[in-house]
């Protein structure tokens, strides 16, 4: 059983940054099939930006530029580097994971294991 727990959200002025990390148990990080999603009140649970076999990756138009996922593998985890924060990426921001293969970009229902979620705040 692959368990998901994220870390390093917190509230942060615009222009500002974050990095989430996202503490993989029970697999290999670099095995599997990983995402960062986010879900603001009242709007449906958006993609931000995945990462699949070969470590092709996958970024959502409105973090491109702006945001890096990454896998570390020294600590088993999954990491999102957020840059030039705005008001809209406020959040609660969601690690995602699947042992098999997913589309890219692939829906949330793609993924099987889910962290509880990370809160991001960005103030103007």
């Given at each position: 059983q692959?368990?998901?727990v994220e870390s390093?959200?917190?509230?942060?002025?615009?222009?500002?940054s974050l990095r989430l990390s996202c503490?993989?148990?029970?697999?290999?990080?670099s095995s599997l099939y990983v995402a960062w999603f986010r879900q603001a009140p009242g709007k449906e649970r958006q993609a931000v930006a995945q990462i699949n076999g070969y470590d092709t990756i996958y970024y959502a138009d409105f973090v491109k530029g702006r945001f890096i996922i990454s896998r570390d593998n020294n600590v088993n985890a999954l990491v999102l580097q957020m840059g030039s924060l705005k008001p809209d990426d406020t959040a609660i921001y969601y690690?995602?994971?699947n042992p098999m293969w997913v589309p890219q970009p692939a829906a949330a229902s793609e993924?099987?294991?889910?962290?509880?979620?990370?809160q991001v705040t960005v103030s103007s």
């Open positions: 692959v368990q998901l390093g959200g917190g509230s942060v002025q615009a222009e500002g503490t993989v148990s029970g697999d290999r990080v690690c995602a994971a993924y099987k294991y889910w962290g509880q979620g990370t």
